[in-house]
């Protein structure tokens, strides 16, 4: 905005002048043709000011857009980690292997269920042969392909890894890994793309000022991911505004 103002200010002085100066120094001849000269740069200029005000709605516009697609793939390869940590305990940096994971994985269904037995060791230590102790049963009813369960007849999961916009040919970059928190060993993952791939060809400045955002309504930072490797987190960094980022 203060980009406009200025710009604005000066294009009005910029006229004021050269009409003074055309009235007071040029002769009546060369005004015709001045005058010309005067209205295409006019216009140049009014075109200069437009442009510092639409470009930067075109930029949002565009990059609201490739967020949301963008946004989409990370769920997707959220989704799958979880459900390869819930099967393996663990999560995974190869997609070679969460896609087989997907294809080939499934997810047990159990049963958990209340019950008593005998306390053998309590009737022995007392002289007693009634003493029960409460006990979880857990049963194994079955067993539901992972793919069913996270895509059901869909095949994106195939190319999730693809970043769909921006520069073609890049991947989302995908990390994997622990972190140790009061002696436990926990699994983290992170998938990420720099804001640089999903908006290369769009204007530098303002792809600039995106990669510096710092707000509780924008990306902060110079990336889209899910996940964190120094902290346990699988939410995005996203505001909501773009949907869920949990």
């Given at each position: ?5 200025l710009i ?7 006229t004021i002048?050269?009409v ?7 002769p009546?001849?060369f005004?015709?043709i001045?005058?010309?000269?005067l209205?295409?740069?006019i ?18 516009q565009e990059?609201n ?14 989704d ?16 070679d292997e969460?896609?087989?994971f997907i ?16 306390d053998?060791e ?7 042969t ?7 049963v857990?049963?194994?009813?079955g ?22 916009v ?5 991947k989302f ?6 972190i ?14 720099k804001?640089n ?8 400045d ?5 990669n510096?955002?710092v ?32």
């Amino acid at each position: 905005m203060l980009k406009f103002i200025l710009i604005a200010v000066a294009v009005v002085l910029f006229t004021i002048v050269l009409v003074k100066l055309v009235d007071k120094f040029i002769p009546s001849k060369f005004k015709p043709i001045l005058s010309v000269v005067l209205w295409v740069l006019i216009g140049f200029l009014a075109y200069q000011t437009y442009m510092s005000i639409y470009t930067p709605i075109l930029f949002n516009q565009e990059k609201n857009r490739r967020y949301k697609v963008i946004i989409n793939n990370l769920k997707d390869i959220r989704d799958s980690q979880l459900a390869y940590r819930q099967v393996n305990g663990q999560f995974t940096d190869s997609y070679d292997e969460l896609v087989k994971f997907i294809e080939t994985g499934k997810f047990t269904i159990t049963q958990r269920k209340d019950s008593s037995v005998v306390d053998v060791e309590a009737n022995k230590r007392f002289g007693l042969t009634t003493m029960m102790k409460d006990i979880v049963v857990i049963d194994t009813l079955g067993f539901v392909p992972v793919k069913d369960s996270l895509f059901k007849t869909s095949t994106r999961y195939k190319t999730m890894m693809n970043v769909p916009v921006g520069k073609e040919g890049e991947k989302f970059e995908l990390k994997a890994g622990f972190i140790e928190q009061n002696d436990i060993k926990i699994p983290v993952f992170e998938a990420s793309v720099k804001k640089n791939v999903i908006l290369y060809d769009q204007d530098k400045d303002m792809l600039a000022q995106e990669n510096q955002v710092v707000s509780v309504d924008g990306v902060n930072g110079d990336a889209l991911k899910v996940g964190s490797m120094t902290e346990v987190n699988t939410n995005g960094n996203w505001p909501k505004t773009y949907g869920s980022n949990e």
